[in-house]
């Protein structure tokens, strides 16, 4: 037998005083109240009630046995009225990861606005280049760039990872504008040193990068890189989210826009989830709203 629902069942027959009051309150005979609780008795090794002709009480051990099942199904009562309220409005830790630099200059800033409208959310942003393992180590959502494997998780696509080759103003007019591939090898091209092999620097018709120097100055951060470029030093190649603000303000100028590379897929990945937390629904709706194809 089921042996919670064997604890209501004796918890029905202390609080109603019969096997037959207990029955009608459950919706059975009074013979399977009886095994019910005869079955609690087995498991336990000892008398819940004594039973005479005419009514019952309850032992020692029975009373006991009574307060704990009440103590249990309260637990359960205040679990299931939790989850309800989980479910009823955005609320509780929300863990998030994505790739360093995206995460870093793009998504922090637009999680504080995310908070600002949930104040009963709370975020716990990862920020990683490799790929994690949402359902192994805990997550609720990911950003993902590059191609997705089939995972069997629900990927929401988001506007694609383009690239932007860009310098400041005083830096073209003291060196003069590129116009090709080929005529970076006469500038200071700054390095990210975290690209992956035979990424670095891939432009249309510049194969495996040959016509860009090394720079002098490199960097495994894209925040140093843009400094540099604001500071007027080279010229950066970085995510043109990353570098939107820079370049609509002027303090940066978009270079050889005819050969950069392919814009890479973007996504917003999570577990399928019939009955998602508002928590997620409103965070997928929100960075929707922000970055849609």
């Keep these: 037998m ?28 009074a013979v399977m109240v009886g095994k019910h609780i005869r079955a609690l008795e087995q498991m336990l090794g000892a008398a819940l009630l004594r039973r005479t002709t005419r009514r019952h009480a309850l032992t020692e051990i029975g009373r006991r046995y009574a307060d704990e099942c009440r103590a249990i199904f309260a ?25 360093v630099s995206f995460g870093s200059q793009w998504l922090a800033p637009a999680l504080t606005d995310y908070l600002a409208v949930h104040p009963e959310v709370t975020v716990d942003l990862n920020l990683n280049d490799r790929t994690v393992d949402l359902v192994e180590e805990g997550f609720d959502v990911a950003v993902r760039i590059g191609a997705l494997p089939d995972s069997g998780m629900v990927a929401r696509p988001l506007q694609p990872y383009a690239m932007a080759v860009c310098a400041s103003p005083a830096y073209l007019e003291q060196h003069g504008t590129p116009r090709t591939p080929a005529d970076l090898a006469r500038h ?55 570098l939107a603000d820079d370049i609509a303000a002027g303090r940066l100028v978009p270079l050889l826009r005819d050969w950069l590379p392919a814009p890479r897929p973007m996504h917003l990945v999570y577990p399928r989830d019939r009955r998602a937390m508002p928590k997620l629904t409103t965070f997928v709706d929100f960075l929707l709203a922000r970055l849609a194809p």
């Excluded at 089921?2 to 005979?29: H, N, P």
Aim: charged share 20%.
């Design 188 to 242: 200071e091209c700054l390095e990210f040193t975290g690209w992956l092999p035979g990424a670095r620097w891939k432009l249309k018709g510049d194969k495996d990068g040959r016509h860009v120097p090394s720079g002098r100055f490199r960097s495994n951060g894209t925040a140093a890189l843009r400094m540099a470029a604001l500071h007027g030093f080279g010229i950066v190649m970085q995510a043109e989210l990353m």
């Design 2 to 29: 089921d042996k919670l629902r064997s604890m209501q069942v004796f918890v029905a027959a202390v609080d109603a005083g019969s096997f037959a009051a207990a029955a009608e309150r459950c919706g059975m005979s």
């Design 75 to 99: 637990q359960i009562s205040a679990a299931e009225s939790g989850a309800e309220t989980m479910r009823a409005a955005p609320r509780g830790l929300l863990k998030v990861t994505a790739p």
